[in-house]
């Protein structure tokens, strides 16, 4: 008997970006199986509902009674009279073979459908439902130029590949989140085709000496999200981060800089040079950079250093001059004051800008910067539009997209 009453305990506790969302899992028999039960617990936590489909393979290696008690979803490993792969898969929101072996690619690339999984494959591609491979096997077979061929070919159907991470000789699971965020990917809407985005995101780094400098404590998750979702729904994107420690969103073509000046100069650059619709400032680089850098190291029996700070320009206040028909978002960040004053030092900083929307928020200590969820108030040139949060950075990146989406529409 399916366990909901604990799994509705969990659905949405991350985000609601797959709420209302019927997933598949299809499980082929790759030892990496182990690692799905996780898998469909981050995507019921995004609030997705899992349903799970398994081979006779898979069965060997995974017991179907812990993919019930994953997805608390009955789990099937045949098909009845009445045809699960029609009334499930083919009207599912998205099917993901999870892992997917060389057997299993091969299958689906070639129409072969005499297993549950790919008859659900062929049910769902056939209904125009996303569709999303995740590979797993020995590098070996990963490299076979017949499997290479199988996936392009895949790729050429529409079906989204999640690519693995070849090491140690095998071609291993993708990390977990970035399964789930291929998924979200794959449902995204496709409302920002043709428009070319420019985000910035992360800390710099202001060298004191060769070893220490100044920061701010910005993770790059919003900057990534941003970057993420843009992509997802079809944009083409260009991302300039500073140092961060997260993996790059796939198909974004990125600048790495290290501090405020280089940032500024390699954003400047780019604006003076093409054209973007959209440019997102989430970054948050020091507003300061070090007037002179100390040679080597600096010792540490000195009992006093003078360091002296310059102030940097500011990408949010010079974009526009350069770049006049980008549509600009940028964010402003206070700690410790009341909403109302909050309100106005971003809207006086938006006029300095001459920003389109505005994105205000207060930070601190498990507040705005490194955390997953964030906060924020979003104004227009004349006030605010909307309040966002607390709630997941994508979700927040979706929602603000969706309002740039519709500005544009209406000619804003």
Same mark, same amino acid.
């Given at each position: 008997?399916?366990?909901?009453?604990?799994?509705?305990?969990?659905?949405?506790?991350?985000?609601?970006?797959?709420?209302?969302?019927?997933?598949?899992?299809?499980?082929?028999?790759?030892?990496?199986?182990?690692?799905?039960?996780?898998?469909?617990?981050?995507?019921?936590?995004?609030?997705?509902?899992?349903?799970?489909?398994?081979?006779?393979?898979?069965?060997? $290696?995974?017991?179907?009674?812990?993919?019930?008690?994953?997805?608390?979803?009955?789990?099937?490993?045949?098909?009845?009279?009445?045809?699960?792969?029609?009334?499930?898969?083919?009207?599912?929101?998205?099917?993901?073979?999870?892992?997917?072996?060389?057997?299993?690619?091969?299958?689906?690339?070639?129409?072969?459908?005499?297993?549950?999984?790919?008859?659900?494959?062929?049910?769902?591609?056939?209904?125009?439902?996303?569709?999303?491979?995740?590979?797993?096997?020995?590098?070996?077979?990963?490299?076979?130029?017949?499997?290479?061929?199988?996936?392009?070919?895949?790729?050429?159907?529409?079906?989204?590949?999640?690519?693995?991470?070849?090491?140690?000789?095998?071609?291993?699971?993708?990390?977990?989140?970035?399964?789930?965020?291929?998924?979200?990917?794959?449902?995204?809407?496709?409302?920002?085709?043709?428009?070319?985005?420019?985000?910035?995101?992360?800390?710099?780094?202001?060298?004191?000496?060769?070893?220490?400098?100044?920061?701010?404590?910005?993770?790059?998750?919003?900057?990534?999200?941003?970057?993420?979702?843009?992509?997802?729904?079809?944009?083409?994107?260009?991302?300039?981060?500073?140092?961060?420690?997260?993996?790059?969103?796939?198909?974004?073509e990125v600048y790495r800089v290290t501090s405020v000046?280089?940032?500024?100069?390699?954003?400047?650059?780019?604006?003076?040079?093409?054209?973007?619709?959209?440019?997102? $400032?989430?970054?948050?680089?020091?507003?300061?950079?070090?007037?002179?850098?100390?040679?080597?190291?600096?010792?540490?029996?000195?009992?006093?250093?003078?360091?002296?700070?310059?102030?940097?320009?500011?990408?949010?206040?010079?974009?526009?001059?350069?770049?006049?028909?980008?549509?600009?978002?940028?964010?402003?960040?206070?700690?410790?004051?009341?909403?109302?004053?909050?309100?106005?030092?971003?809207?006086?900083?938006?006029?300095?800008?001459?920003?389109?929307?505005?994105?205000?928020?207060?930070?601190?200590?498990?507040?705005?910067?490194?955390?997953?969820?964030?906060e924020v108030i979003v104004l227009g040139r004349n006030?605010?539009?909307?309040?966002?949060?607390?709630?997941?950075?994508?979700?927040?990146?979706?929602?603000?997209?969706?309002?740039?989406?519709?500005?544009?529409?209406?000619?804003?």
């Amino acid at each position: 008997m399916p366990f909901r009453e604990d799994i509705e305990l969990i659905r949405g506790s991350r985000s609601n970006l797959l709420r209302g969302r019927n997933i598949v899992l299809a499980l082929s028999g790759g030892v990496s199986i182990y690692r799905v039960p996780d898998v469909a617990r981050e995507l019921i936590r995004h609030g997705a509902h899992v349903i799970t489909f398994m081979s006779r393979e898979a069965r060997k $290696l995974l017991s179907p009674r812990i993919m019930e008690w994953a997805t608390g979803s009955a789990v099937y490993t045949e098909l009845s009279g009445y045809a699960e792969h029609v009334n499930i898969c083919a009207n599912a929101d998205a099917v993901v073979f999870i892992p997917a072996t060389a057997n299993t690619i091969g299958k689906l690339a070639s129409g072969i459908a005499d297993t549950p999984i790919t008859l659900c494959g062929m049910a769902a591609m056939g209904a125009g439902r996303p569709v999303v491979i995740v590979p797993a096997m020995n590098e070996s077979m990963w490299r076979n130029p017949i499997v290479r061929a199988n996936i392009d070919r895949l790729r050429g159907f529409g079906v989204r590949v999640v690519e693995p991470i070849v090491e140690e000789g095998k071609a291993k699971l993708a990390p977990l989140d970035e399964v789930v965020d291929s998924v979200i990917d794959a449902l995204a809407p496709r409302d920002m085709v043709g428009i070319s985005v420019l985000v910035t995101s992360g800390p710099t780094h202001e060298h004191i000496d060769a070893t220490k400098y100044i920061t701010t404590p910005s993770s790059g998750l919003t900057g990534y999200y941003f970057a993420r979702e843009a992509l997802a729904r079809g944009a083409s994107v260009t991302l300039v981060e500073g140092p961060v420690s997260i993996r790059d969103p796939p198909g974004a073509e990125v600048y790495r800089v290290t501090s405020v000046l280089e940032m500024y100069d390699v954003v400047i650059k780019l604006v003076s040079k093409r054209r973007y619709d959209l440019a997102i $400032l989430t970054a948050a680089p020091l507003d300061f950079y070090v007037k002179s850098k100390f040679e080597g190291k600096l010792s540490s029996d000195l009992d006093r250093v003078v360091i002296e700070l310059i102030q940097a320009p500011k990408i949010a206040r010079d974009l526009k001059t350069y770049s006049p028909g980008t549509f600009l978002i940028a964010y402003k960040a206070e700690v410790g004051v009341s909403e109302d004053e909050l309100i106005r030092r971003t809207l006086r900083r938006a006029s300095e800008g001459n920003w389109d929307l505005a994105l205000a928020h207060t930070v601190g200590p498990g507040k705005g910067f490194g955390t997953e969820k964030d906060e924020v108030i979003v104004l227009g040139r004349n006030g605010v539009l909307r309040r966002l949060g607390p709630m997941h950075k994508r979700e927040l990146a979706r929602e603000v997209l969706g309002m740039y989406v519709e500005l544009v529409k209406n000619k804003w």
